[in-house]
């Protein structure tokens, strides 16, 4: 069993950055996929990044592609989204989330555990 939190998100101006970070407890992430989401309101819950467990491997949407990156620490405890030129359609509730399977892409489907979110506004 994973438990997920995380935490960093807030208010920024455009332009702005931030880092999120989430901490898991219970069982290292050594062998999950691992990915952030985002849901705004009205709207489906996005893939924002992903990261395999490895670390070799990462993916990006194309709307965040050059200005998010997505790393996992080497104590295989924690993952962070550092994100940066934040626009203000990167509104939303962001999630962090793991895969026993391995993935770090795909649906909220193939994703077993998720964080309760933390909110990233950007104003205009």
């Known amino acids: 069993q994973v438990q997920l939190v995380e935490s960093g998100g807030g208010l920024v101006q455009a332009g702005g950055s931030l880092t999120l970070s989430c901490i898991a407890s219970?069982?290292?992430?050594?062998?999950?996929?691992m990915a952030w989401f985002r849901q705004a309101p009205g709207k489906e819950r996005e893939l924002v990044a992903g990261?395999?467990?490895?670390?070799?491997?990462?993916f990006y949407r194309d709307s965040v592609k050059g200005r998010f990156t997505i790393s996992r620490d080497t104590a295989e405890k924690a993952i962070y989204l550092q994100m940066s030129t934040l626009q203000p359609e990167d509104t939303a509730v962001y999630y962090c989330?793991?895969?026993?399977?391995?993935?770090?892409?795909?649906?909220?489907?193939?994703?077993?555990?998720w964080g309760q979110g933390t909110q990233v506004t950007v104003s205009s």
């Open positions: 989330a793991a895969s026993q399977r391995g993935y770090y892409t795909g649906p909220p489907g193939q994703f077993d555990y």
């Open positions: 219970g069982r290292t992430l050594r062998t999950y996929g």
């Open positions: 990261i395999s467990w490895n670390h070799v491997s990462t």
